[in-house]
């Protein structure tokens, strides 16, 4: 999860993009952006007790 977190912030996932950005900053954006996602998702995951990084909400599954 923490390096998740290091590389939406090194992509800069929450800074505001000028009205000019190349495709390239905006395609850095968008991957920032869901390392992010993916990151929270992880550490909600984890502080739940589920143990995968690929399924992180499997301990909220139903019958388990």
């Known amino acids: 999860s923490a390096w998740l977190f290091i590389a ?3 992509l800069h996932a929450l800074d505001p993009l000028p009205g000019d950005a190349p495709a390239a900053l905006r395609l850095a954006k ?18 739940s007790g589920a143990r995968d990084p690929l399924q992180p909400f499997a301990a909220w599954q139903a019958g388990r």
């Open 30 to 47: 968008i991957v920032g952006v869901a390392a992010l996602v993916w990151a929270i998702a992880v550490f909600i995951g984890a502080a």
């Open 8 to 10: 939406a912030s090194l």
